[in-house]
C-alpha cells in the first residue's frame, strides 16, 4: 500500500539534507553521486517511496536497477517496508531475461534458448578448434575477454583493432586476431548447442527492443520511472539496454561514485556517470558525502589513500575513538610490515583472534586481498589456529549444486508423512546434546550430502561444499535461537524466500575475499595483507589509468570497514628470501614514517631491499631506455624486453617459439599459469641475449635467484637446441 500525503513528513524526516535533496527529486534526470557509506540505498529507496506517495509515478511503473541479486533483494525489502512492494528491483541480466523469455515466442516462434550458465566448457571447445590448449587458465582468461568484448559491444569482426587501440594485449599468450577467431569460434559452438549466454540476454534484449515498436511499446507502458544504482560500473551493453528502455522519457535516476570505479576491465564505461549531465540537459545532480558507515579514522584513511586523485572527499559522521576509552578492539589504524608472505599470515591470524576474543563476531571479520592467489597462505594460517572462515567468490550461493541439493533434500524431509528420526549424540554423530532439535534434525538431513561437524582440512571444491553445508546448518540454528517453535517446514520455506530474494545465510566464519568481491559489503573490522609494490598496484597495471583505478580498489577495500582497518606487507615472498619488496606507493603519506624516514627526510621513499629498517638512502633510478631507438620505456613489460611497441624485436623468433614450448610445458608439469614461470617479455630478453651457459642469466629481468637456479640449466639446454 503507497504513503497517503499526510505521510511524507515522516518518509522524509530519516533522511539528511543531501539524501532529502535526492527524495525530492522525482522528476526529470536526476545523477546521485554518492560516496562510500553515505546511505545512497536509503536515499533512492525513500525517493522512489516519496515518488510513489505524491503521485510522480505509481509502484508498477517504477524499474530499480542493480548490479547484484543480492542488492535487489535488500532494495525490495526496504521498498515493502517504506509501504511500495509492488515496485520492480532486478538486476539488468534478470529484467532482460525476463522481457527476452516473455516475448521470444511472439517475436522468433518456439520456446525461448538455454541460458549457458557456465562457459568454460564452450571456450574450451572453441579453442581447442584453433589450436590452443584449453587448460584452465587459458580458459578463464578467454572467457573473461570474451565477456569484454561483448558487452563492449565489439565483434570478431571489430574486436582485433578495438583491442590493439586500447593497448588489452595478448589474452592467455594469444595476439588479438586469434582472440577474434576464438570468439568466432564460440558464437558458433554456442549456435550449434542452441544456447545463450547472460551476455547475449542483453544484446538480444536491446535488439528485440529496437526492431520491434510494438515490443518497446509494452515495455515502455510498462516501465516509466528508472533508477540505476552503480552507475559508474555500467558497460556499452548496459546503457543500450537502458537507452532502449527509457525512450523518449527522462525520469531517469543515476546513483554512483567515481571513487569506487574498479571494473573498467571488465567493460565498465566509467563516463557514462562523469558525461550524465552532459548529456541530460536539466539534470538534477546531488553528493552525498557524509559517511555512516565508519568511524573518522577509516574515513580519513580512505581519504588519504586516494589522495589528491579526487574532488570528492568524505565527510564522517560517526564519533571518533574517545582518549582513554575502553572500546573493545582499537580504532586507529595499524600498519605493519613482515618479513615475509607467511609470517604476514600468522600475524593476520593473530589479529583476527585477538578481534575475536575481544568479543568481535567473527562473520564481522573479513581478510581482503588483491588476488585470489594470495588467499592460500591465509587459510592455511588461519586453519592452523583453528578460526573457521569461509572464502566469498563471485558465485550465487543458491545456485551453488550442492545447496540445491541440499534444499531438495529438507524440502523431501518436511514434506515426509513421518519426521526423520533425530541422530543420537555418541561420539562422532554430526550433532550436539545441546543443539535445539530442529538443529538436530538438518544436521541427520545433511549428513546424507556429506555434512560433517569439522571442516575438512583441504581446500578447494571439498572445501566450498563443507561452507556451503555449514552455512546451512548455522542459518538454523539462527532461526530456532531467534524462534524456538520452528519446524523443519518453517527452515524450508524461509529458505526459499531467501532464495528469491538471493539473501545467502551467513556462515559463522571470517570473510575471505578479494577486494572486487568485497565491493557493497562491509565488516566492523577488515584486514588488508599484500599492500606492496607488485600486488597493490598489481604488476599488470602497465597504464597511469590502470594504476589509478587500482588505488579507487584500495580505497574500496578500506572503506568496507566500520571500525578498523589493519593495512599490513611483506618484504619477501618466502622466508628466508630477497626482502626487497615495499610498500605500495597507495600509502605513501597515510602510513607512519619508519624510523629511517625519520633519519633521513629528505628522502622521499624507503630502499627497495630494507622497506625503511636500515639508514640507507636509495639512489635516484635512472630512466630505462629503450635499446632501439632511446626512448623512455613505461610498462613492467617494456623495461623487461628493453625495447618500446614501435621497435621491432631484435630475437629469433625459433629461439623464442622453442622457449614458449618449453616454457608451456614446464608450467603444465608444475600446474601454474605460464607466466609464473616466466612472462613473454621475459622469454623476449632471453631470445635475444641467447646464453651459452648459465651464468649469462643473471641480470636478465624477470630472472631471479630462484628462478635462475630452478630453470637456469633447461633455458640454456632450449637455447642451444634451438640455435
Known sequence: MAH?????????????PEQRA?????????????????????????????AVAVGATAEEHVLAVTFTARAAGEMRERLRRLGTPRVVARTFHAAALRQLQHFWPAV????????????????????????????????????????????????????????????????AGQEPAV????????????TARGVIDFEDVLLLTVAMLRERDDVARQVRSRYRWFTVDEYQDVSAAQQRLLEAWVGERDDVCVVGDPNQTIYTFAGADASLLDGFARAHPGTTTVHLVRNYRSRPEVVALGNGVLGATSGVRLRAVRAGAEPGGTAPIPTAPTFTEYDDDVAEAAGVAERVA?????????????????????LEVLEEALGERGIPYVVRGGERFFGRREVREAVLLLRGAAKADEPRPVADTAEGSATRDEDPALVRVVTDVLSSAGWSPDPPSGRGQVRDRWESLAALVDHARRLAAERPEAGLPDLVADLENRAAQQHAPALDGVTLATMHAAKGLEWDVVLLPGLSEGLVPVSMAATPAAVEEERRLLYVGVTRAREVAHLSWARARTPGGRGNRRPSRFLDGVRPRT??????????????GDGGRSGRT??????????????????????TAGRCPDCPPRYDAAVYEALRAWRTRTAEEAGVPAYVVFTDATLEALAERRPHEVAELVGV????SVKLDRYGADVVKVVAGAG
Open 4 to 16: 497517503a500525503p499526510a505521510d511524507v513528513p515522516a518518509l522524509l524526516a530519516p533522511l539528511d
Open 22 to 50: 535526492v527524495a525530492e527529486a522525482v522528476r526529470g534526470p536526476v545523477c546521485v553521486v554518492a560516496g562510500a557509506g553515505t546511505g545512497k540505498t536509503r536515499a533512492i529507496t525513500h525517493r522512489v517511496a516519496h
Open 108 to 171: 522468433v516462434g518456439g520456446p525461448p534458448p538455454a541460458l549457458l550458465e557456465h562457459k568454460a566448457a564452450v571456450v574450451a571447445e572453441a579453442a581447442s578448434r584453433l589450436g590452443i590448449r584449453p587448460d584452465r587458465a587459458v580458459v578463464r582468461d578467454l572467457s573473461a575477454e570474451l565477456e569484454w568484448a561483448k558487452v563492449s559491444l565489439l565483434t570478431p569482426a571489430s574486436y582485433a583493432s578495438a583491442a590493439q587501440r586500447l593497448g588489452r594485449g595478448e589474452v
Open 179 to 190: 582472440v577474434a577467431r576464438v570468439l568466432e569460434a564460440y558464437e558458433d559452438a554456442k
Open 354 to 374: 585477538a578481534a575475536v576474543a575481544a568479543g568481535v563476531p567473527r562473520q564481522e571479520v573479513a581478510v581482503l586481498v588483491r588476488t585470489n592467489g594470495q
Open 595 to 608: 624510523a629511517a624516514e625519520q633519519a633521513h627526510p629528505g628522502r622521499s621513499r624507503t630502499h627497495a
Open 618 to 639: 636509495r639512489r635516484a633510478a635512472r630512466p630505462a631506455l629503450c635499446k632501439g631507438c632511446g626512448g623512455p620505456l613505461v610498462t613492467a613489460a617494456q623495461r
Open 701 to 704: 629481468p624477470g630472472v631471479g
